[in-house]
């Protein structure tokens, strides 16, 4: 990362940080590197950044994302495209894991997201979150295994604080929402292809604009819960 690019992240950086250090490590299409190391220990640091956002700056748990212009992650289905230009921070995990983490964000315009992200490669991912759709903010997962799903319901909680998990074991995933972090509903029992490593972490992107501001926190990723379905601990 150059100078000049930190300090204007630094200058334009939502949620009046005072102590910060940015998320390095670019990479183009599906290939990941190893980020920068940061100035201080951050909850983020041993993350790769498939589209690393202009600004994005961790400090301890949390990391302030603000996206680029026109992201996105979509394959075929129904619009003939194929893009995989959003914002995704990948940690590897094994192939049975938990992860969860809390999503703060501002939705002004359609398709303005923000959630988590499992991946295994460019045609092998999910991603689940608020959305802003037809006016209003639904809860949103798209499954892709050569070609994307999509799944919405309006969100009943506060789209601008929530969490997310996603339990990923012997080739079922398995998706929840929180509006507190303690009480956590299914969103979604799917299939998911199985494989040695996952990358998992925060995604966000912005189909038709920039600037969506989206302060990420209290990340978790541990063996896999293995709690029964209905039970919503």
């Known amino acids: 990362m150059t100078e000049k690019l930190e300090s204007e992240a630094v200058a334009d950086m939502p949620f009046g940080m005072t102590r910060r250090t940015v998320v390095g490590g670019a990479v183009a299409g599906a290939v ?5 190391v940061a100035a201080s220990a951050s909850a983020w640091d041993a993350g790769t950044w498939l589209n690393r956002p202009r600004q994005a700056i961790a400090a301890g748990d949390l990391l302030d994302v603000v996206t680029n212009k026109g992201t996105d992650f979509w394959r075929e289905t129904f619009y003939g495209f194929t893009r995989d230009s959003g914002h995704f921070l990948g940690l590897a995990t094994g192939p049975r894991f938990t992860a969860q983490l ?4 501002d939705y002004q315009q359609l398709y303005d997201q923000a959630g988590i992200m499992v991946r295994i ?8 979150g608020v959305e802003l759709s037809d006016g209003r903010a639904m809860l949103s997962s798209v499954l892709t295994d050569g070609r994307s799903d999509w799944a919405t319901a309006p969100y009943q909680g506060n789209p601008r604080d929530f969490w997310m998990r996603a339990t990923v074991d012997k080739g079922v995933l398995r ?14 029992l799917c299939p998911f292809p199985v494989a040695d490593r996952y990358l998992v972490g925060p995604m966000t992107c912005t ?3 920039e600037g969506l501001k989206v302060r990420f926190s209290d990340w978790q990723l541990t063996p896999p819960l293995n ?5 919503l601990s």
């Open 102 to 105: 809390r999503i703060r964000g």
């Open 227 to 231: 709690k029964p379905l209905h039970d």
């Open 207 to 209: 189909p038709e604009r």
């Open 121 to 128: 490669d460019a045609t092998r991912w999910v991603k689940a």
């Open 175 to 188: 998706l929840q929402v929180s509006a507190d972090g303690r009480t956590w509903p299914l969103v979604r």
């Open 32 to 36: 990941l590197a190893r980020p920068a």
